[in-house]
T-cell receptor
């Protein structure tokens, strides 16, 4: 049981390039989330999904896109990377119900630098 | 006013000390409350949930005061391994499920 996995761990992009951050969970969780964390700041929600085929914007969605074709995968797409997108990106998931339904489980993060 | 406010610290304490962190939240409709721990360059991990009646897990005690919209975390007998950033997290139920709002974290450094 790997939990939430993210790839890549690190990436350097040039301004204007695009990339996809991968996130996979093997806990059969319905809810999945993407956050970004800037130095000295709290986590900000980018996008979230309540199940396969359903996604919605969070607090800071501009410059990003997501899709959720399966329960397990929730990739985050950056189009036209900008220096302001330099951050650490965390994917998280949680179950629909149950005793720990309020608890989100985080992946190890992807450190992205845009130069 | 920030949705969740914490003193950023750092709190530098000697091993064995007792240290307390505070957190305030602005949305009175918030329903669930948590403390997460985040080690340097790692993902946040749930430390404990916080209940109105107060709850304890070993050396850690969490308290919630809904009237004052205030959450606390007390760490007794601090260990070097407690050095980390502690995130206060508040949950609000929305149409898309629970929305977590994170504080910026309080940094703790436990020293010999």
């Amino acid at each position: 049981n790997a939990g939430v996995t993210q790839t890549p761990k690190f990436r350097i992009l040039k301004i204007g390039q695009s990339m996809t951050l991968q996130c996979t969970q093997d806990m059969n969780h319905n809810y999945m989330y993407w956050y970004r964390q800037d130095p000295g700041m709290g986590l900000k929600l980018i996008y979230y999904s309540v199940g396969a085929g359903i996604t919605d914007k969070g607090e800071v969605p501009n410059g990003y896109n997501v899709s959720r074709s399966t329960t397990e995968d929730f990739p985050l797409r950056l189009e036209l990377a900008a220096p302001s997108q330099t951050s650490v990106y965390f994917c998280a998931s949680r179950p629909l119900a149950g005793g720990r339904a309020d608890t989100q489980y985080f992946g190890p993060g992807t450190r992205l630098t845009v130069l | 006013r920030k949705e969740v406010e914490q003193d950023p610290g750092p709190f530098n304490v000697p091993e064995g000390a007792t240290v307390a962190f505070n957190c305030t939240y602005s949305n009175s409709a918030s329903q669930s409350f948590f403390w997460y721990r985040q080690d340097c360059r790692k993902e946040p991990k749930l430390l404990m949930s916080v209940y109105s009646s107060g709850n304890e897990d070993g050396r850690f005690t969490a308290q919630l005061n809904r009237a004052s919209q205030y959450i606390s975390l007390l760490i007794r007998d601090s260990k070097l391994s407690d050095s980390a950033t502690y995130l206060c997290v508040v949950s609000l139920l929305t149409g898309g499920g629970n929305k977590l709002t994170f504080g910026t974290g309080t940094q703790l450094k436990v020293e010999l």
